[in-house]
Nanobody, 126 residues
Framework: QVQLVESGGGLVQAGGSLRLSCAGSGRILSINAMGWYRQAPGKQQRELVAKITSGGTTTYEDSVKGRFTISRDNAKKTVYLQMNSLKPEDTAVYYC???????????????????WGQGTQVTVSS
């Protein structure tokens, strides 16, 4: 079974830092782009926070530029999100997302463009 498992969320004061991790496990053959999305309280949609391609090209949502840094360790199938200078408006559930190829239990190779983790809560107090 393929999983993306996030960790590192929690409660922090405004101006503080957190580092999120998301590790892929299971019969993963390859991971292409990986990213972090968030869903703020009361909002129905998730918004892209940052994305990184397999080659290391990064994209950031405007409000986090200069404060957040996304990185990845391909050997560990892990993506990180370093969040500095956190603001109360960063409060949300953060979800890991990956475009990946994996083997099913029947041995077939399958590609999933939007594979999601279970989410981790980030709360920033003022």
């Amino acid at each position: 079974q393929v999983q993306l498992v996030e960790s590192g969320g929690g409660l922090v004061q405004a101006g503080g830092s957190l580092r999120l991790s998301c590790a892929g496990s299971g019969r993963i053959l390859s991971i292409n782009a990986m990213g972090w999305y968030r869903q703020a309280p009361g909002k129905q949609q998730r918004e892209l926070v940052a994305k990184i391609t397999s080659g290391g090209t990064t994209t950031y949502e405007d409000s986090v530029k200069g404060r957040f840094t996304i990185s990845r360790d391909n050997a560990k199938k892990t993506v990180y999100l370093q969040m500095n200078s956190l603001k109360p408006e960063d409060t949300a559930v953060y979800y890991c997302n990956a475009d990946l190829g994996y083997y099913t239990s029947s041995g077939y190779l399958r590609r999933e463009y939007d594979y999601w983790g279970q989410g981790t809560q980030v709360t920033v107090s003022s």
